[in-house]
């Protein structure tokens, strides 16, 4: 079985690779691309491949002829994605349609696992509800809006004749993550406090809002069963990938700063709130539970606790560096 992971550089690349391994064992073929050639460590050798290039796309495809192709490229943070409109619309859109349209043209029978995300939803969860796959997609940042258009193309393209699965991950955390996103953010300050590089206090933004977290392993978990099942899934097919348990940000913040003892303050900054946070947003991922037979197995508390020991590993590898 041959699969062409794009994007596999990123934060969730090593841990699908991983995933996959895993599942498939010696029946796996592998290849592995991302826009910059960098080797990582737990995936091996990547192949550069830029997919806002049609041409290389194309080109790709044709020589490697994959049976699955996992979509992960992309620029995953909002905060980037509001920075770098025209980028985040030609990453997020057409390049995901320059995938679609070269297994079109080339490997038809291949299976297209695009990972869309749980933001696509937007205002949808303004009432605070679990939204499952019937929920509208109403994004409400360049982020999700490009992330949904490209979400919606594939859909069309499905009636077509591209076997795909659209996936739609809530928050993911874990080791290794940017500090980009909060969880990572908040083990990075402390790791830096206990390290002594920088003042005990924590600055942060909205400790209120509620998510549905779960941890990096178990999305790769489901994104390996989605191959494994992708025989029996109706093209088009869309799945949630989700907790269904809200988290309150404040409390994950509590818990990784009794997990340091280190006595801290915390700040709110202005510049980390975001104008269209919404109170709660959480997913319903029955849906994968039944198909996939997935779910999640990641305990919470393990989850923090292997994020902060990677936050100080991280600082020290840095600390280290210039001294």
Known sequence: MRVLVTGAGGFV?????????N???????????????????????????????????????????PDHIFHLAGLAAIPKAAANVDLAWTIHLFGSLHIARAILNN???????????????????LPGLALDETALLAPNNTYSATK?????????????????????PFNHIGPGQSEDFVVSSFAMQIARIEAGLQEPVMRVGNLDAERDFLDVRDIATAY???IKKSGELEAGTVLNIASGRPIRIRDIL???????GVRIAVEQDAARMRPSDIPRFIGDAARARQILGWSPKWDFETTLTDI????????????????
């Open 254 to 260: 509590h818990r990784l700063v009794a997990l340091s």
């Open 148 to 168: 949904a258009s490209a979400d919606l193309a594939l859909g069309a393209l499905a009636a077509e004749g591209l076997r795909c699965v659209r996936l739609r």
């Open 224 to 226: 390996a069963l989605a």
């Open 23 to 65: 599942q498939f064992g010696s029946e796996l073929e592998l290849f592995a691309t991302s826009k910059d050639r960098v080797p990582h460590p737990s995936v091996g050798t990547i192949e550069a491949l830029d997919v806002c290039d049609a041409a290389a796309v194309e080109e790709i495809v044709r020589r490697l002829q």
């Open 308 to 323: 902060l020991n990677d936050a100080r590993n991280r600082v020290r590898e840095t600390a280290s560096g210039r001294a």
């Open 13 to 21: 690349g090593p841990y699908l690779i991983a995933a996959l391994r």
């Open 107 to 125: 490997v038809p029978n291949s299976f297209l696992h695009h990972v869309s995300t749980g933001q696509v939803y937007g205002g949808s969860a």
